[in-house]
Every structure is written in C-alpha cells, then in structure tokens.
C-alpha cells in the first residue's frame, strides 16, 4: 500500500499531488498509480457496466482500460486533466471490446454536407429528454435504466457521461475525441430516443 508519505511529501493542493502521482507513475510506481486511480476506479467501472451490460465483460474492459492507462500514463499531457483522458480511455475500450466480441457499436451521427469538406450538426442539446426530466415525468428509475440499456451505443455513451456522470460538454468532446457540435447533436438525438423508447415501453405495459 502507499504510505501517506506519498500523500504528503510534495505538499500543496491535490492538483499538484496528483500531477507528482502522475510522474511517479511514468517511473513505474505502481503504488503511486493505485493511488492516482483510486478516486476514479469506481466510476470507470460503473460507465464500463452500462456500456457493457455484463457484469464480466464489465470487469474485463475496465481492468484492460487500467493497464491501458498505466502503459501510457507518459503519453499524458500534463496540461490537461487526468480523469478526462483516463475515462477516454475505458470509453474507447469498451468499444474496442465489443467490436472485438462483435456487438453492436456503431456510429450514429449524422451531419449536413455543405461542400469544400464543411459539415454541420442536425440538431442541438435538448435538456427536457435528459433521464432526470423523464423520471420527474412519472417515469420510474427502473424504467429509464432499462430504457438506457436498450439504446444504441453511441447514445447510451454520451447519456452516460453527460446526464449520469455529470460531465461537461466540453470535458465529453475530449473524451469521445470528437468536436461540441457532434457532442449536442448525439446529446439532443439520444434523449430523443430514450423518449420514444420509454413511450413505448409505456405502452406495451398500459
């Protein structure tokens, strides 16, 4: 286990912990990237299971995304945030694995070609479908996860972040690698498509 003299030898604020965990971590210390990782193990393992939906492949992915991280931690950009680019990381394993399972995983953006290599998003954010409006809308919990899971992959990704785990648009672009117009666009386009999922559902057990 690291000993607190990991935690406090350098001093100052947690960011410059963090950045000094970091370094220890590009030298192989892997007590150092346990303690690094900590915080955010949990929560990487959480978006890794509803992407998933197996409990197993669920461990496998983000115990791969783990060793991922730590191979490449000296590839890290020191500017940018740690967490950011670890959950870009899971993300973009878990779709590896389940292309490499062949499960369904494709792209589901669409964009207006305005000639001379131009594109634009079709639509923008829409909060009113996010999943917390839904449940206000007397749809249960139970109902929207079930919903959630049976999205497209690309959707439930980009639900996951922003509307479960809270992230900002900007902090999901860098995380999907993709520009703020795409990130709406999917944004507005998947809760659009929980809505219909969840009428549906409604429907059928009415």
């Known amino acids: 286990m690291l000993t607190s003299k990991y935690i406090t030898e350098r001093g100052g604020t947690m960011n410059n912990n963090e950045r000094w965990l970091i370094e220890e971590s590009r030298k192989g210390n892997v007590d150092a ?32 995304a783990l060793i991922k991280i730590f191979k490449n931690i000296s590839s890290f950009n020191m500017d940018s945030t740690f967490k ?45 479908n996010n999943p917390d409006a839904l449940i206000e809308r007397n749809y249960s919990t139970q109902l929207v996860n079930d919903a959630i899971n049976m999205l497209e992959d690309d959707f439930k990704t980009i639900i996951i972040l922003r509307d479960i785990k809270g992230f900002t648009y900007d902090e999901i672009s860098e995380i999907l690698a993709c520009n703020l117009g795409t990130v709406k666009s999917r944004l507005s386009r998947g809760r659009k498509r929980l809505k219909e999922l969840l009428e549906k559902e409604m429907k059928a057990n009415s």
């Open 84 to 128: 950011v680019w670890m959950y870009r990381i899971v993300v973009n394993t878990c779709i590896d694995f389940k292309r490499r399972k062949s499960i369904n995983a494709v792209s589901i953006d669409e964009t207006i070609d305005l000639g001379s290599g131009r594109e634009i998003q079709r639509e923008i954010s829409d909060e009113s």
């Open 33 to 64: 990237f346990e303690e690094l990782i900590k915080d955010y193990k949990r929560s990487a393992y959480n978006i890794a299971l509803r992407v998933m939906r197996n409990v197993e492949d669920a461990e496998d992915a983000s115990q791969e």
